[in-house]
């Protein structure tokens, strides 16, 4: 199954993430088939957090790919999703 997901980038104690979909079961560092954005969660500017290809997400999760649990809530902030929160560990 196809899954939009966080791969961790960035620093030490600085993390970014790139918006990626790929098989459940691989790797995070290994290869994706497309990257939908990136998240800089430490960005003081709400504006720049989160940068997503809307039109490419949209396809991938009508093509019946899935979402990570915060992928799920992340993209419900950006109003791409209707629905609920999910609970994060």
Do not use: C
């Not at 791969?7 to 993390?15: E, L, V």
């Not at 990136?38 to 093509?63: A, F, G, M, T």
């Amino acid at each position: 199954m196809l899954t939009i997901r966080l791969a961790r980038t960035g620093r030490k104690n600085s993390p970014s993430y790139r918006l990626v979909i790929s098989e459940k079961t691989r790797d995070t560092f290994g290869r994706s088939l497309e990257i939908l954005g990136h998240y800089h969660p430490s960005q003081k500017d709400d504006k720049d957090k989160l940068v997503i290809n809307k039109e490419r997400i949209e396809h991938w999760l009508s093509n019946g790919a899935g979402t990570s649990k915060t992928v799920h809530n992340l993209l419900l902030d950006a109003g791409l999703i209707k629905g609920d929160k999910l609970r994060t560990i």
